[in-house]
């Protein structure tokens, strides 16, 4: 009888077979999906752990029935991994390349709405409590520098930058009220008298 049957019907069982184990996997999965959901919802945990938890097993469960899923279409789970992994490292070694570039965006960010210090202030970052640090007259704060003018010793009038992240790793100290005259090249800004500069 199957010889009287059209050639794309004779593979039928072939056909059917991986459409019944996708849904029998997905079922499962729901099944486990619905049980943790009952097993948290039941937990003494405090509501925000619950949460968390109740992605991280919807996570977990997705992830396994896709894998399972992609086996039984015949994609192979070792060349799937091999393609996650790989991505993983890349990512990882990008996001570690720009750590320190976002980390001192995010200070400056902090700098201004913090107001630690101030364009115009007079800014000491202390190595400890005895050594002195790094210190001068804040020129600028962009996205990823400081700029100090120096005011003191033998490198008196040459400018630092400074990473924003620095600020938030060290003690500042801050001189205010009566401040030396603030230079030239800060228009709008006044001095000490109140008389604004040229």
Known sequence: MAAHLPEWMQNWPALVQPGLKIALIVAIAQLLRW??????GRSALPPNVRTVARRLVSFVIFAAASLMVLDVLGVSATVLWTAFTSF???????????????????CSFLILTTRSFRVGDLVELLENGEKPGLKGRVMDVNLIYTTLQETEG?????????????FFQRTLRRWRGALPALPESLPGRSDPTGNPSA
């Open 35 to 40: 049980l943790s959901r009952r097993l948290l």
């Open 88 to 106: 993983a490292a890349v990512g990882a070694v990008a996001f570690f390349a720009a750590w320190s570039v976002l980390s001192n965006i995010f």
């Open 154 to 166: 033998a490198a008196d009038g040459t400018v630092l930058q400074i990473p924003n992240s620095l």
